[in-house]
C-alpha cells in the first residue's frame, strides 16, 4: 500500500505543483484547512496512493470530517498587501484563465444544474464561458488571480450532483459540442 509522501502533501498543500490531478489535489488542500494536522495526516495513513479510485476515497473519507470552518488564519503572500482577492484592485498580469471540465454523474444532472451552477456571478470571476456535453459542463473561466481557482473549485466541490473537476484546454474547449439546455 502506497502511502502520500510528505514532500507530494507539502507540495500540493503550497500550489507549488499538481500531484495527483486538479480535483484529488483540491480536495486535499480543503482538507488540510479544515481538519487538524493530526486528523488530516490519521486520514492520509488510511488510504492507498496508488488506487485507482484514491480521489474518491480521499473524497469519502474526508466527507465524514465535518465541513464546518470554525476559523481562518491568513498567510500574506510575498508583495502582497492582501491575502483576500476581493479587497485588492486586479491587475491584468494577475489575471488567469483556466479551462475545467465538471463531471457530473449523469447527463440529467449535468443538463439540470447548468442553468445554476456554478456561481459565474463570485466576485472573482472575471469572465466565464461554458459548454454541456453529455455528463459534462466544460468551462473557460477567466479569475482576478490564480490562488482563487483553489476557493473555486471548493465552491463546486458542495454540489452533490458534481463527481470531480477536471483540467481542459482551450482546443478541448473549442471542439466540445454544447448540447441545448
Known sequence: MGQPSSNDIVDIILGRRDVYGLDTDSRIREAA????????????????ADAPDF????SDLFSDYG??????IGFATPGRGTTDPSDAEVEADE???YCLKLVFRDEQAA?????????????????????R???VQHLRVTLSSPEVLQ???????????L???????????DRAASNAV
Request: charged share 25%; with cysteine; hydrophobic share 40%.
Open 151 to 161: 476557493a473555486f473549485i471548493e465552491s463546486c466541490h458542495v454540489n452533490p450532483h
Open 163 to 173: 463527481l470531480r473537476v477536471e483540467k481542459s484546454t482551450v482546443d478541448e474547449f
Open 133 to 135: 456535453t453529455g455528463a
Open 55 to 58: 480521489g474518491s476515497i480521499l
Open 33 to 48: 484547512n479544515r481538519l487538524t494536522t493530526r486528523a488530516f495526516f490519521e486520514v492520509l495513513a488510511r488510504v492507498d
Open 111 to 131: 443538463y439540470y444544474q447548468y442553468p445554476l451552477f456554478p456561481d459565474l456571478n463570485a466576485h472573482y470571476i472575471l469572465g466565464a464561458m461554458r459548454k
Open 67 to 72: 465541513s464546518e470552518l470554525i476559523g481562518v
Open 95 to 97: 489575471r488567469r484563465e
